[in-house]
């Protein structure tokens, strides 16, 4: 029996990795073969598919290593390990943790999709990931940053530049963005230094966000949409959405979205703004899917990645720590009242671009007519 065991950050609150696992169980489903699929989660996930996974993982572990132990049985019992999508590469005791699945597998056909590579925290991590990236069948990395390093470290793996996962999720049967009259403007933050314990540069960051969000709403008389993509109580992004509110002027008017597990109900949600303005990367990602105008709040080269990828507009991309409120607030506006010029890359080509992480999977079985419908393979 073909069992295939999907690892990565899933059933966490976290809106892109739930993107990442619904499109990698779609295509498994589709694409290999696969008689059996279980996911790592602490929680049972129910998908708009119609899949239902139980939890794999323990939500409050009752000894060290818990979770460790279960993944390793899990791991067991399957014939094929798939690392779906993220940027899932960077750290040694990760890295050796998927290595350890990998071995414990029944089979040797292990492929990691979409993912992102580095930067890595130290030497071992490098180490670490070139036999991980030897390891496998075949990875698709989802940006040139990433995939040069992957040439650098482990220039004979099978290593193809191929796109994030996120786009296949238009292509699941049954769901259709419906086009829907559009107001207000989204904000998708993230708490990039309150993770790393330097507020002080937090609460400035938020208060150049928040006066050109006050800025921009005396221009526009736009409302603002705080939209939750990490509902953890604590390491989420309620908390930084409040503070940045708290800081807005008493005339702006403001509402709060929170985290949705269903990632194509939030990709719909994104298509009902005038334009989005995102740290998040998948908030940038789905708002680019819905055709949504985004100005990107760049935290980390894979923000930047993803920019240059779908040629987003040079003047829409800025680095979060250090940015003009003014610039920001005259964007907004002067795409407000004159239309923001679109990305260069089509979403069509993106989801193109995305099938290919399942191509190499697809000249590899006896259904190759399955993939005439993606006209760039």
């Known amino acids: 029996m073909n069992k295939s065991l999907l690892v990565g950050y899933y059933g966490m609150q ?68 798939i690392f779906g999508g993220g940027s899932v590469l960077h750290n040694a005791r990760d890295i050796n943790l998927k290595r350890d699945l990998m071995r414990l597998s029944r089979g040797r056909s ?31 990395v989802r940006d040139a940053v990433s995939y040069d ?64 969000l006050d800025s921009q709403y005396r221009l526009t008389q736009e409302p603002i949409v705080f939209v939750g993509f990490n509902g953890h109580p604590e390491l989420g992004d309620h908390q930084v959405h409040k503070e940045v509110s708290s800081l807005l002027s008493s005339d702006t008017v403001f509402s709060f979205v929170e985290y949705d597990s269903n990632p194509l109900r939030v990709m719909q949600r994104m298509a009902t703004f005038k334009l989005a303005i995102c740290m998040r990367l998948h908030a940038a990602v789905f708002s680019y899917l819905a055709r949504t105008p985004f100005i990107s709040l760049n935290y980390h080269s894979k923000c930047e ?14 680095d979060s720590t250090d940015f003009d409120p003014k610039i920001l607030a005259n964007e907004v506006y002067r795409g407000i ?33 399955d993939f005439s419908c993606y006209s760039t393979l």
């Open 14 to 81: 976290n809106t892109g990795d739930d993107a990442l696992m619904n499109a990698t169980v779609w295509g498994a489903r589709r694409f290999l073969g696969t008689d059996e699929l279980s996911v790592t989660s602490p929680k049972t996930i129910k998908l708009y598919s119609g899949d239902n996974f139980s939890s794999t993982l323990a939500g409050t572990q009752r000894f060290s290593g818990q979770n460790r132990l279960k993944s390793y049985l899990r791991a067991l019992d399957s014939s094929r390990i």
């Open 110 to 140: 292990h492929l990691a999709l979409g993912v992102g590579i580095g930067p890595f925290t130290d030497t071992r991590a490098e180490q670490s990931c070139k036999r991980f990236l030897n390891a496998c069948e075949f990875v698709g």
């Open 149 to 212: 390093i992957a040439q650098s470290i482990a220039p004979h793996a099978n290593v193809v530049f191929t796109f994030d996962l996120a786009p296949q999720l238009l292509n699941i049967e049954g769901f259709e963005i419906v086009p829907v009259k559009r107001k207000g403007i989204a904000v998708c933050l993230c708490p990039k230094e309150r993770l790393s314990g330097n507020l002080q540069a937090e609460h400035l960051r938020l208060k150049n966000i928040a006066n050109a």
């Open 337 to 369: 009242v004159d239309g923001f010029d679109p990305c260069e890359l089509s979403v069509n080509q993106a989801i193109n671009l995305s099938m290919e992480n399942w191509r190499y999977c697809y000249e590899n079985t006896k259904h190759p007519h």
């Open 305 to 318: 990645q993803w920019n240059k990828q779908v040629v987003l507009p040079e003047r829409y991309s800025f």
